[in-house]
Structures are given as C-alpha cells and as structure tokens.
C-alpha cells in the first residue's frame, strides 16, 4: 500500500515544491481534515491495492476571495484560511489533481475532478472556476474542466 503513497508524495514535492514557497498551501492531515468540512467533495482520492494513484484538492469559496488571490491580494494558503466552514460558495478553486504517470491520459483526473464539482454544485450555485497552474498539462486539464462544466475558467497570473 505504501508503494504509490510514497510517489505521491514525490511527484506533489517535484511539482508543487511546497516546502520552498510559503505561499503556497501546505497540505497535511488538518488541512484535509477542514478540507473535508467545507465540503466532502474537496478531497478525492483513487487507490488500488498498491496505494494512492490519485488525489484531487478542490476548495469551494467565495468570489471575494477568489478575486483576492488572482489579484495577487492573498496567498493560496490565506485563500485556504479565510474561506469559512459553512459559507456560501460561488466559485471553486482548482488546488490541484496529481496523477501518477501510468494512469495519466486516461481522463480520469479531468473525470474525478468533474464529479467533485458537479457533488459541490449540488449545495452551492458555481458560477466559476479559478485556477493557478503548474504545468502545462495542468491548465489544459483546468481549461477540459471548464469547458465540460460550462463554466469560466478564470486564471492566476504568477507575482
């Protein structure tokens, strides 16, 4: 079971390198834990008998702060803090979806990520996406999301 966890967490500290960018969120065991508060849907994981293959990081907040962050105001990890347990969400922030190479362009990221949405938009009326996008092939799969969703895709430039 380890096996996969263990790349997991390789390929988020290649990726993300999280531990050399305080603005960025650090994601732990009570950063899931309120993830999940603010909504069930906001953390996916897809395992098979070897461990984690995927891990899908939404948070549901308010347009406020999403305007916040892509204006460069808040840091993702203050976007994290300041969106309250409980509130009224109109946009979803695309945190991240990590997959590991073997199962990638299969779909299953763009998939996951599109039923986690759809579960949030059943308790909160979306009208956006925003994203802050690592990769190339992060920002193709955010701009997939939106176009199924039909919803706008709106994006954060770096500082």
């Given at each position: 079971?380890?096996?996969?966890?263990?790349?997991?967490?390789?390929?988020?500290?290649?990726?993300?390198?999280?531990?050399?960018?305080?603005?960025?969120?650090?994601?732990?065991?009570?950063?899931?834990?309120r993830l999940l508060q603010i909504h069930p849907s906001a953390v996916t994981e897809l395992s098979n008998e070897d461990g984690p293959y995927c891990w899908i990081l939404l948070i549901p907040t308010t347009s406020v702060l999403?305007?916040?962050?892509?204006?460069?105001?808040?840091?993702?990890?203050?976007?994290?803090?300041?969106?309250?347990?409980?509130?009224?969400?109109?946009?979803v922030y695309l945190c991240s979806a990590m997959l590991l190479e073997e199962f990638r362009h299969r779909g299953i990221a763009q998939q996951t990520?599109?039923?986690?949405?759809q579960s949030i938009k059943q308790q909160h009326t979306i009208s956006?996406?925003?994203?802050?996008?690592?990769?190339?092939?992060?920002?193709?799969?955010?701009?997939?999301?939106?176009n199924i969703l039909q919803l706008p895709l709106l994006k954060k430039m770096n500082a």
């Open positions: 079971m380890q096996k996969n966890f263990k790349r997991m967490i390789a390929l988020a500290d290649e990726v993300f390198d999280v531990k050399h960018d305080p603005t960025q969120l650090d994601v732990n065991e009570k950063v899931i834990e999403m305007n916040d962050f892509l204006q460069n105001k808040i840091s993702e990890s203050q976007l994290f803090e300041q969106t309250a347990v409980g509130d009224r969400y109109d946009c990520t599109v039923k986690a949405i956006n996406l925003f994203v802050w996008s690592f990769t190339l092939e992060g920002n193709k799969a955010a701009e997939a999301i939106a």
